[in-house]
């Protein structure tokens, strides 16, 4: 795997990032002791001297934040109830199981069979509300058996229920997830490859190995999916030995996982809900991961490498179809998990992080973390040049390009949009401020070169992904030029890729971090804001751009193929006898595509719920378009007005279509690219009406 240069930097900025949350050695191990002390609490304060409790999962992990919102895991253990391996270990007296590991269970599951209390023998052809006789005659306890009261808990998922809404009545109710399950003190046979698997970096060490085995496990209530006999399957949870590993996180390794569910909530949860990925699948992957690499890779100055490579595992896995539980290596944990379509969906996503080398971690909303990252690892874009050879040849294409972003910047941020003071035009023969204008201006530069870039490849027949690559860093490295327009030309990029999910997820982070300073103060009251904070606050106009200034969403005739299909008209709005009334030095702009970033940012949720089918959100964003157009004062309003009216033609309203086309024609009679959606939408009414025939 080549690793570039920055890995090292961007890591050490992410530890930082991670330790200015919640995700300190210190938080960790206070939360890891509280729970343990609760623990310790609940078996003291039980009147049931039978029964205890313990708690699993993140929580008593340590490995969560508030913005995962991660649940509370109580296993509930019945003292008097106990599962063995062989009858060598009945007790008289004893409320004994035998555990049943043969060709009728799946790996990773055992059927308990009811033995008399007082002989050692198990019970057969004997059946009660608990007892279920298998396909061998024996008497094995029925997995439903949770001991529950009626209407006390909802069921969640697999064995574990949680409290309804009647129960929620303290802050560690609300967040639970309870599950029944008996106790075996042995190490089960089946999970016996892991105490002696050959491990060539002593980890885990032979004592913790030792200490695990004799934890034993835990058998919990559910089935596997694909089994005849699911209702008398027990799975066997190693959480004792789990929780002992994790335990023993380092730092890097601890922050690492926690990054990892970070990126499954964000970037696959949110697709394919909860049964595909999940936390324990990641968990798993931790461990294979530190098992199998030297304890030198895990350090802070190699976090982010140490994220790539667990997700090329995962990669792996979902390829092949296979994630081998670590405990029992025969237990395939994807068994059931992936189909044609969602395999190969899944592996496009993560195809897709990989190639991007880190840029993803800036998109991650829990608890700020994208965004503290990108304002920890701005700075000039350097060796740009040398980056471009062989990309871009014409040497007059990289100074209009430059041009561009100069007259954005100056025309929408000075001019018509924030139009700062003379305090701070005075201050602008300073070192410090051009070098700050010139920061901005390489962020639109980048995103103007990387959407340039894109299209070169796009109309070519054969694209070449190594060209397309670089685009795609380009506009990641322009994507934080300002609030929303760098962010917008990487969601374009993404929909014309036919990858929605990524598209949509930038524009969700663009619609969350959307400020009450860009989209409802006015001009004069943002004037003021600016000029306030920058002399009084010592913040860098860099700043206040990036997160307080919207510019418009500009696309050159040289882009087009990066544009979508509804704003290309707009680059030849200006025809024939209107040219002749066009002034070149000022209005260049009549060829190329400008668009308001908040109209466009809807535009774009259309459009991508229209690609995949999402009926509902499509009319949420048709909707939210339109309330944009009736209640902002848009510069690009006939543009706004002509895309509208393509959405409404795309989806049949030809009449509605019209009437808007009509409305941007009376707002703007001459370089109005309405006349050419006119045109088609005359020919289409008149084919649906039988003329084309």
Not at 92 to 98: C, I
Not at 276 to 283: F, G, L, Q, R
Not at 340 to 346: A, E, K, N, Y
Not at 485 to 498: D, R
């Amino acid at each position: 795997m080549e690793v570039p240069d920055y890995y090292s930097d961007v890591s050490l900025r992410l530890m930082k990032v991670l330790d200015s949350t919640e995700l300190t050695e210190k938080m960790r191990w206070k939360r890891i002791e509280m729970y343990t002390q609760l623990e310790e609490l609940w078996t003291v304060m039980r009147s049931e001297v039978t029964l205890k409790k313990h708690i699993f999962g993140s929580q008593a992990e340590g490995t969560t934040t508030s913005g995962l919102r991660s649940d509370i895991d109580i296993v509930s253990l019945y003292m008097p109830y106990t599962a063995i391996d062989n009858l060598q270990s009945w007790e008289p007296d004893s409320s004994a199981a035998l555990m049943i590991m043969d060709d009728t269970t799946p790996p990773g599951y055992v059927k308990l069979q009811q033995v008399y209390a007082n002989i050692p023998f198990p019970i057969y052809n004997l059946e009660t509300d608990q007892l279920v006789v298998d396909t061998h005659g024996r008497s094995c306890l029925y997995n439903n058996s949770r001991h529950l009261k009626p209407g006390t808990f909802q069921e969640l998922h697999g064995p574990a229920v949680s409290p309804n809404d009647s129960h929620r009545t303290n802050i560690l109710v609300k967040s639970m997830d309870l599950v029944n399950a008996y106790r075996s003190h042995s190490w089960p046979c089946t999970a016996s490859e892991w105490i002696t698997r050959r491990r060539e970096h002593n980890w885990p060490s032979q004592e913790t190995i030792s200490i695990i085995q004799q934890s034993g496990a835990l058998l919990v209530p559910v089935g596997h999916k694909l089994s005849p006999e699911k209702h008398l399957e027990w799975r066997i949870s190693l959480s004792y030995g789990e929780k002992m590993l994790i335990w023993q996180f380092n730092s890097t390794q601890y922050k690492c996982y926690v990054v990892l569910k970070m990126i499954n909530n964000n970037f696959i949860k949110k697709r394919f809900g909860e049964n595909v990925s999940t936390s324990y699948h990641w968990k798993t992957c931790m461990l294979y991961m530190i098992e199998t690499t030297p304890a030198v890779i895990w350090q802070p100055k190699h976090l982010l490498l140490c994220i790539e490579m667990c997700l090329m595992k995962m990669c792996n896995w979902i390829e092949e179809c296979n994630c081998p539980n670590y405990f029992i290596q025969a237990e395939n944990m994807f068994l059931d998990k992936m189909n044609g379509p969602v395999q190969r969906s899944l592996s496009n996503i993560l195809h897709d992080l990989i190639r991007q080398k880190g840029r993803y971690l800036t998109m991650i909303p829990y608890d700020g973390i994208g965004q503290k990252l990108n304002i920890a690892c701005q700075s000039p874009i350097t060796q740009i040049n040398d980056e471009m050879k062989g990309i871009t040849k014409p040497m007059s294409l990289l100074v209009d390009l430059t041009l561009a972003s100069i007259r954005i910047v100056w025309f929408d941020l000075l001019r018509d949009g924030v139009q700062i003071n003379s305090p701070i035009l005075k201050g602008l023969s300073s070192h410090a401020v051009r070098q700050e204008i010139h920061t901005t201006l390489q962020k639109l530069y980048c995103s103007n070169l990387g959407s340039h870039v894109a299209s070169q490849c796009m109309k070519q027949e054969t694209v070449e992904q190594e060209s397309l690559d670089m685009a795609h860093e380009f506009l990641q490295l322009g994507s934080s030029s300002d609030v929303a327009s760098g962010k917008l030309k990487l969601a374009t990029f993404y929909f014309l890729q036919n990858n929605g999910i990524l598209a949509e997820n930038i524009l969700q982070n663009i619609e969350e971090n959307y400020t009450f300073l860009v989209t409802t103060i006015p001009t004069e009251a943002i004037k003021d804001y600016i000029i306030f904070t920058i002399m009084n606050e010592n913040i860098s106009t860099t700043y206040i751009v990036r997160y307080y200034c919207a510019f418009p969403v500009p696309y050159l005739p040289s882009e087009m193929y990066c544009t979508p299909r509804a704003l290309i008209p707009e680059m030849f709005r200006s025809t024939g006898s209107h040219q002749i009334a066009l002034n070149p030095d000022k209005d260049y702009w009549q060829s190329w595509a400008v668009v308001d970033p908040k109209f466009y940012l809807y535009f774009l949720q259309y459009q991508c719920c229209h690609q995949q089918n999402k009926i509902t959100h499509k009319m949420v964003a048709l909707s939210n378009m339109i309330w944009v157009i009736r209640n902002e004062q848009l510069k690009y309003k006939d543009t706004a007005l002509n895309l509208l009216a393509f959405c409404l033609k795309e989806d049949g309203f030809l009449v509605q279509s019209y009437s808007v086309l009509y409305t941007s024609m009376k707002l703007k009679n001459h370089h109005n690219a309405a006349k050419w959606q006119i045109a088609h939408l005359l020919n289409a009414a008149f084919r649906l009406l039988g003329g084309g025939q």
